[in-house]
């Protein structure tokens, strides 16, 4: 990597933080965007991933804490301390989240950010290929038409091995149109986009008030013109980690959540079709129909999933899920039994 010439380590109100404009110029080409909260078990991984790539060009590491209190903030000092003119932390001593505030890398990162590209990685999360940002920004430079650099990758159940189960979301590396970014049928890993930085340099209200922030993201990438995918896993994606947001939907009442997540996912997409001037208004509806179902799936409402109008979307459920929505509609009895017996072993 080459040498950067920069400073860490002030203290700011109550965040312990190193702000854009704190720094001084220099050719950055790419910003390492994490965001963090009680994942010391699995955030030495993440910050050895960014420290040891390599690369012809200049990169940061934008890292925020929000107020961990498992020993998370100090790995990041010490990951600091020993790279003080590559990794930039704010460590808060209050947590924002709490607070209300959704928007965390929107709200911390992306504004001190000087590269010409963004690369997400959040901190339960990590990268396993070492070229992996000169990969990407090769491309990028290559293709200015491209918006959007995205790969597969590993998933790790937490508690469990490494499987050899992959986010892969197309089979084969290839370009992805705006409407595919848009209305896709599985997810993008979220540690393997990679962006450009003007792109969120003045978010929009739909992204500022959506529950996540992977998706708006990738609205945004789409509004500006196509995608390339690397059919390569990249990075491994952590599943269920404590703190992770797919473990907390779980907690409470669970169907009231996704429901309030289905209605602000809605009205993110019906924002974007507004700041996008309705260019993709059918794509962006049938979006919405998708989530839609998905949310029906996830809340066991199966007399809608299995309508007939909702067929092309029960076909792009993978088989075992087909299998155990047939199987517990036809024998709700046995299916209880079965669970029962399960969690009692």
């Known amino acids: 990597m080459m040498e950067q010439k920069e400073k860490a380590g002030i203290k700011n109100g109550m965040q312990e933080c190193v702000s854009g404009a704190d ?8 910003s390492i965007c994490c965001i963090t909260y009680n994942q010391a078990s699995y955030i030495r991984d993440a910050l050895e991933g960014f420290v040891n790539q390599k690369t012809d060009f200049a990169y940061e590491v934008l890292i925020h804490d929000d107020a961990s209190t498992d020993g998370t903030a100090d790995i990041i000092r010490e990951y600091a301390d020993r790279y003080p003119d590559l990794i930039f932390p704010i460590l808060q001593t209050e947590n924002q989240y709490s607070k209300g505030l959704t928007n965390v890398s929107g709200t911390f990162n992306f504004p001190r950010a000087r590269g010409k590209y963004i690369a997400m990685c959040e901190g339960d999360d990590y990268w396993t290929d070492d070229r992996k940002l000169q990969k990407q920004v090769d491309y990028l430079e290559a293709n200015p038409g491209c918006s959007l650099c995205f790969h597969s990758a590993k998933v790790e159940v937490q ?76 990075c491994v994606y952590r599943l269920g980690g404590a703190a992770s947001w797919t473990t907390l939907m779980k907690q409470g009442d669970y169907e009231k959540k996704q429901q309030d997540y289905a209605d602000s996912m809605t009205a993110m997409y019906r924002g974007f079709d507004a700041f996008s001037s309705g260019r993709f208004h059918k794509t962006v509806e049938h979006a919405i129909r998708r989530l839609t179902f998905l949310t029906r799936v996830n809340t066991k409402h199966y007399e809608t ?22 199987f517990e509609t036809s024998a709700p009895k046995l299916y209880d039994w079965l669970q029962k017996q399960f969690h009692r072993a």
Not at 23 to 30: F, G, H, L, P, Q
Not at 169 to 174: D, L, N, V
Not at 305 to 326: D, M
């Open 23 to 30: 720094r001084e110029d220099s050719d950055i080409m790419v």
């Open 159 to 234: 508690g469990k091995a490494l499987t050899e189960h992959t986010m892969r979301p197309y089979k084969g590396s290839r370009m992805v149109s705006p409407e595919e970014i848009i209305d896709k049928t599985s997810g993008y890993p979220t540690a393997s986009l990679m962006f450009y930085r003007e792109m969120v340099a003045d978010l929009p209200e739909f992204y500022n008030n959506a529950p996540i922030a992977d998706i708006p993201l990738q609205l945004l990438c789409a509004n500006r013109g196509w995608a390339w995918y690397l059919d390569e896993p990249m």
């Open 305 to 326: 999933v299995l309508n007939k109008e909702n067929r092309e979307f029960y076909r792009e459920l993978n088989a075992r899920t087909r299998f155990f929505i047939r």
